[in-house]
């Protein structure tokens, strides 16, 4: 997703591409593409210039949304989001813990963008290539 996000507006990109610059596998790469697909949050485009595209901007992804979609919800423990889980969630202070670091966890990946791993990733560039800017 931040190797669309770095490509946005470029058109779509190719798989290929994307395995040889990011050093992962194209096996790997289409199994993660289709439940971004599914959920709406890329499109592919078939044909000679064809590809996959995000269908939002990066700046109104979040790391939340792409996690979610790719590993289910997010929790520490499986009580921490059902109460049903166990019989003895009613009133355990470790589960309300648990669901406390569970919610700061969401909340700090609901305040990361595409669009800002997109800076970071150009600072740490512009720094590898020793471009920097006063």
């Known amino acids: 997703m931040l190797d669309l996000a770095l490509n946005y507006g470029n058109g779509p990109v190719l798989l290929r591409e994307i395995s040889e610059r990011q050093d992962v596998s194209m096996k790997y790469l289409e199994q993660l593409v289709t439940p971004l697909r599914v959920a709406g949050l890329v499109k592919s485009t078939r044909g000679p210039h064809g590809g996959y595209h995000l269908t939002r901007p990066p700046s109104e992804i979040t790391l939340h949304e792409i996690i979610e979609i790719l590993e ?31 919610d700061k966890i969401a909340d700090a990946l609901r305040a990361v963008t595409l669009e800002e791993m997109c800076e970071r990733e150009r600072a740490t560039q512009d720094m590898e290539t020793g471009s920097y800017q006063i």
């Not at 919800?73 to 499986?78: E, F, Q």
């Not at 470790?94 to 669901?99: H, N, Q, S």
Request: hydrophobic share 25%.
């Open 72 to 102: 289910g919800p997010i929790s520490l423990t499986d009580c921490a989001t059902d109460e049903e889980f166990c019989k003895r969630s009613y009133g355990c202070v470790t589960r309300e813990i648990w669901g406390e670091v569970t």
